[in-house]
């Protein structure tokens, strides 16, 4: 497989953990955190924009899976490994982000 599908399918990963947050709080009608919030990043979104943030990252990166398997994996172990390190570093990257941010939010 070329490097490149690799390369997607970390991207993937990404996506598909992005995704997971801002849908699940969308679809608990709670605001949170999104790209659209004022400042991008840490102000908070409306659940609708979460919720259709969350499915378009679901969209894209399924997509992207959807490319690189088609490139034909020889070995699905180092696939599924591209996109678990994808996932793996998004959730730690967006741990520490929200947590940073929704620590520092008064309750």
Do not use: D, T
Not at 28 to 46: A, C, D, L, T, Y
Not at 68 to 73: E, F
């Amino acid at each position: 497989m070329p490097w490149y599908a690799y390369l997607l399918l970390f991207l993937s990963g990404l996506l598909l953990a992005n995704g997971v947050p801002h849908f699940v709080q969308g679809i608990s009608g709670e605001p949170f955190q999104s790209p659209f919030g004022k400042p991008p990043g840490v102000g908070e979104s409306s659940p609708l924009s979460n919720v259709l943030w969350g499915f378009l990252n679901f969209l894209i990166g399924g997509l992207l899976l959807l490319w690189a398997h088609k490139l034909h994996w020889p070995n699905p172990l180092c696939g599924w490994g591209a996109v678990a390190l994808g996932v793996l570093v998004a959730g730690i990257g967006l741990s520490i982000h929200f947590g940073k941010v929704r620590g520092s939010a008064p309750r």
